[in-house]
């Protein structure tokens, strides 16, 4: 599958900027604004997580930072790098309850109607052949993936 782009501050300041409740004077309050606004809110986002700090997002969930070290469990190697194993970061996101059930009521009433997965976001052909097996879509069920790429 072709990679999908995430939304830029651009996107989403001018979906803000045409929406229906938006009921700011569009003469003042510009698209151009809403994405400095919004650019300097992700900057801040950005520091915050660069310091440790966890980020939360009204009605989504949290953005945690964590540090880590490699163990080399499992009688696994360790990965070794020219430098040795040096400690890493890595971010975890945690959706909140409300929005993972929202998400997956979702689904589920898309699977009813015939769409396979998110409306930007469709099962993939391993997760077809699985939910096809599990019964939850009928055996006839096709994604046109070719269409999806693009």
């Known amino acids: 599958m072709a990679r999908i782009r995430g939304l830029t501050a651009n996107q989403i300041a001018k979906r803000i900027y045409n929406r229906e409740d938006n009921v700011y004077d569009k003469k003042v309050i510009t698209k151009q604004l809403i994405t400095s606004i919004l650019l300097m809110y992700m900057d801040e986002c950005k520091k915050a997580l660069e310091e440790g700090e966890r980020i939360e997002i009204s009605k989504v969930g949290s953005i945690i930072p964590e540090v880590k070290v490699h163990e080399g469990n499992f009688n696994l190697p360790m990965c070794n790098k020219d430098s040795g194993n040096p400690p890493y970061t890595k971010l975890r996101i945690r959706r909140n309850n409300l929005f ?15 769409v396979c997965g998110l409306d930007k976001l469709p099962f993939s052909r391993q997760q077809m052949d699985i939910l096809k097996k599990s019964g939850y879509v009928p055996e006839n069920t096709k994604i046109d993936y070719e269409k999806e790429r693009n």
Not at 100 to 114: D, V
């Open 100 to 114: 993972g059930e929202t998400m997956n009521k979702i689904l589920l009433r898309n699977i009813e109607s015939g």
